[in-house]
């Protein structure tokens, strides 16, 4: 069964204190895979998809990463306006968008 | 642009009573979702659309219904509001399969 799960459920971080965002996936193939940042109130904003075990990409203060099990969200020096939800996502060949529980980041100054 | 726009944006309905959620994209965009999202839990597909007059059964689909009538509108119509509907809806769309997903700001449900 195709499956996402993501890790810590919530994260609390200092200004300035990097970390990582952990995204877990079990599909039997895999299309793509998908960043999005949730703020409170508002619907998901898209941040990164990935391919390919391998493939990097980085916007800012964020740095999303592959392999074939699992991706990274890696948070360098973060400021309070990255406070969010940051929501992971598996494409899979033949089947629908799988969603995570997502990880409920707080970043203090 | 507008991107991807829902009403209402808050609703309390009764046990019972009906409604629709509007949503309109500007994008012209084929694919079109409903999602719901509930504490704790991921964001679950309700229905969606490959085009107009084209829809489909997602994961949770029960109590529910829908229509694609043109490219830009895919109203999510609830018949019969019980208490297991109370939870936030998300429309969104997407230029085709596998491609991201833009969400519009949401609809807080309640059914009382």
């Known amino acids: 069964e195709d499956q996402v799960t993501q890790s810590p459920e919530a994260l609390r971080l200092q200004e300035g204190e990097s970390s990582s965002l952990n995204c877990s996936y079990t599909?039997?193939?895999?299309?793509?895979l998908f960043w999005y940042r949730q703020d409170p109130g508002k619907g998901p904003e898209f941040l990164f998809t990935?391919?390919?075990a391998g493939e990097e990409k980085e916007k800012e203060r964020l740095k999303a990463t592959l392999t074939k099990k699992e991706s990274f969200l890696h948070i360098t020096a973060p400021k309070p306006e990255d406070s969010a939800t940051y929501l992971c996502?598996?494409?899979?060949?033949?089947?629908?968008?799988?969603f995570g529980t997502g990880t409920r980041l707080q970043v203090f100054p | 642009n507008a991107g991807v726009t829902q009403t209402p944006k808050f609703r309390i309905l009764k046990i019972g009573q009906s409604m629709t959620l509007q949503c309109t994209q500007d994008?012209?965009?084929?694919?079109m979702y409903w999602y719901r999202q509930d504490p704790g839990m991921g964001l679950k597909l309700i229905y969606y659309?490959?085009?107009?007059?084209?829809?489909d059964k997602g994961e949770v689909p029960n109590g529910y219904n829908v229509s694609r009538s043109t490219t830009e509108d895919f109203p999510l119509r609830l018949e019969l509001a019980a208490p297991s509907q109370t939870s936030v809806y998300f429309c969104?769309?997407?230029?085709?399969?596998?491609?991201?997903?833009?969400f519009g700001s949401g609809t807080q449900l309640s059914v009382l």
């Open positions: 599909v039997s193939g895999l299309r793509g």
């Open positions: 659309s490959v085009g107009a007059g084209i829809t």
């Open positions: 994008m012209n965009h084929n694919y």
């Open positions: 969104a769309s997407s230029y085709g399969l596998g491609e991201k997903l833009f």
């Open positions: 990935l391919y390919s």
């Open positions: 996502a598996v494409q899979p060949y033949t089947d629908k968008l799988i």
